[in-house]
């Protein structure tokens, strides 16, 4: 048998070639087309100018000028920061509820694992379904509560569409937050939360001190790579209220769409969505040294 | 029951009254979903909304077969499965080379890592201009493409974990009775971690299958995913909803099927490996 280093050019740079055609792929798929985007946002193309002369940081200009973009972001925000702690806390609820024995515990579990695997689309057509003001059963269970007929617009009233949005939010993925803390909870040393409560711990003190700190590393990466989701949300949106009503609802991924497939503005679309990855990017770093630590 | 006995009883009967309420609760949607599919047009828009259908109406389905509507379910089983395979295999052989050569060290494996976090909508709007110079938007193979580049990463860093756990000894002692490496990988490696590998197939096929942003950008009418289709039935005050839940039921049927087969390793493959489960 020959060794590595005698072997024909194949056999020396084995591991490289193995390598190759992925990252010959992710480049020509994830890095040029950043690159073209860099080009063409240096440009001044529109729906009626097709000129590719570079215009300067114009583009990079009408970033900072442009409300609806800050908007936009402020509605990720927002969204992100109540739905996020929602679906955290309710979460880890179910988590603790369904960690010790449980008759069907098995088929519960098997259960949640549904919403998370829907389609956001569908999940998002299902809500508008059961939010439409007049076919569906919401309005009808809060007119049985307030006992009379209740029309709530949840997809157009100003006050109602944030609540809508984000209760489709929670119904997805607090099932996700659920998996990942029953698995960090069934991982907590049994042994430890013995002698606390040998010790005569409250359930506060041994929650805490005990199980917070074990489950902490998970919580970090269930809460980023949701984080990470929240910010690049346009599915459920586009399915309920397409960013309405007005640009209320808009969020960053329905506003680069809006800018660059229905308004084509196309080289202000690609300064936007540099923003984004650079905004993203940070975001990302952290997430990385996070999942290397869980590992 | 002495009194402790009693408590207990109290408090299992609790928390399994809450667990069947939160668990009713969570299916209630998909519950909704598939029953407006089997309502008439009638029951669908009738008020106060019905909470069962009158029969089991199958009008809404025969529409989609009729009018070919249903061939969007099969656009999405053609390029989620060939984006799959295709991903699978780069990402499996790159995933070998990272784990057992540390090819281009921790460097490479974040950089190949981070690609997965750009925003799609981010990367989609130059990869349009760049399809709509290259012919490629509405094809099967611009769809495939990038699936496969989309999930590649996740591929490639799921693989290397799972490979990671695979004893190197066992490689070693194939390598000493004459295999070449790539006869280790494949008659070795790759038996050894098949749940794994089926487990991040099935992911990949998912998010290929689940995808809406990336078609609804590249396709028209040829490629048309479901997913796509189904917001062509929405339209402000007549949406159509026999058809939307059709087409949502047959969609998402099939994704709980296979899932059903993975509850083992769905929390690593949610976690991108961080929680093994």
């Known amino acids: ?295 | 029951m002495t009194p402790l006995a009693r408590r207990r009883a109290w408090n299992l009967g609790l928390r399994l009254t809450a667990a069947v309420l939160i668990t009713l609760i969570f299916m209630f949607p998909i519950y909704w979903l598939f029953m407006i599919s089997f309502k008439t047009a009638a029951e669908i828009y009738s008020f106060p909304p019905k909470w069962y259908p009158g029969s089991f109406n199958l009008d809404s389905y025969l529409v989609l077969f009729k009018d070919g509507d249903a061939t969007t379910v099969g656009n999405s089983l053609v390029v989620a499965s060939f984006s799959t395979a295709l991903a699978m295999f780069l990402g499996f052989i790159c995933a070998y080379s990272l784990a057992r050569f540390s090819t281009g060290g921790n460097h490479l494996a974040n950089w190949i890592v981070s690609q997965r976090m750009i925003p799609p909508i981010a990367v989609v709007f130059p990869i349009f201009l760049l399809y709509v110079w290259f012919g490629l938007v509405d094809t099967y193979i611009g769809v495939i493409l990038l699936y496969t580049a989309f999930n590649l990463p996740y591929v490639i860093w799921m693989m290397r974990g799972y490979i990671l756990d695979v004893p190197p000894a066992l490689e070693e002692s194939a390598l000493v009775d004459g295999c070449t490496r790539w006869q280790v990988i494949w008659r070795v490696v790759l038996p050894m971690c098949r749940a794994g590998l089926a487990a991040t197939a099935i992911f990949t096929f998912v998010f290929a299958w689940n995808d809406f942003i990336f078609a609804l950008v590249l396709t028209r009418t040829e490629v048309a995913t479901y997913t796509v289709q189904i917001t062509h039935y929405f339209g402000g005050q007549s949406n159509f909803w026999g058809k939307i839940s059709a087409m949502s039921v047959l969609g998402t049927l099939p994704i709980f099927v296979v899932t059903a087969f993975m509850q083992r390793y769905f929390v690593r493959g949610i976690s991108l490996g961080a929680v093994k489960g």
Do not use: C
């Open chain 1, 1 to 295: 048998m020959k060794s590595m280093q005698q072997g024909t050019f194949a056999q020396r740079n084995f591991k490289y070639l193995l390598v190759g055609p992925a990252i010959f792929v992710l480049l020509l798929i994830g890095v040029f087309p950043l690159v073209y985007l860099l080009m063409v946002s240096f440009q001044g193309i529109t729906m009626t100018e097709t000129s590719t002369d570079f215009v300067g940081a114009a583009n990079y200009k009408q970033l900072f000028e442009d409300p609806r973009l800050w908007q936009a972001l402020l509605h990720t925000v927002i969204i992100t920061a109540i739905a996020l702690p929602l679906e955290l806390v309710l979460g880890l609820a179910m988590a603790q509820l369904f960690l010790n024995p449980l008759p069907g515990r098995a088929i519960f579990i098997a259960l949640m694992v549904l919403p998370v695997v829907v389609s956001p689309i569908v999940s998002g057509a299902t809500w508008s379904l059961l939010f439409n003001h007049r076919f569906g059963p919401i309005n009808q269970i809060i007119g049985w509560l307030a006992g009379k007929e209740m029309v709530l617009l949840w997809a157009i009233n100003p006050n109602l569409v944030y609540p809508a949005i984000i209760a489709a939010e929670i119904w997805q993925w607090t099932p996700f937050m659920f998996l990942l803390l029953l698995a960090a909870l069934g991982n907590v040393d049994r042994s430890q939360l013995e002698a606390a409560a040998i010790d005569g711990a409250s359930w506060w003190r041994t929650f805490s001190r005990i199980v917070l700190p074990a489950i902490a590393p998970v919580m970090t990466v269930a809460i980023l790579i949701r984080g990470l989701d929240l910010f690049r949300l346009f599915d459920i949106i586009w399915a309920i209220t397409q960013g309405g009503p007005g640009t209320m609802t808009e969020t960053i991924s329905v506003f680069t769409y809006v800018k660059g497939f229905q308004q084509f503005e196309t080289s202000y679309t690609a300064a936007v969505a540099l923003l984004v990855v650079v905004l993203l990017s940070a975001l990302v770093m952290l997430l990385l040294r996070r999942v290397e630590l869980a590992r």
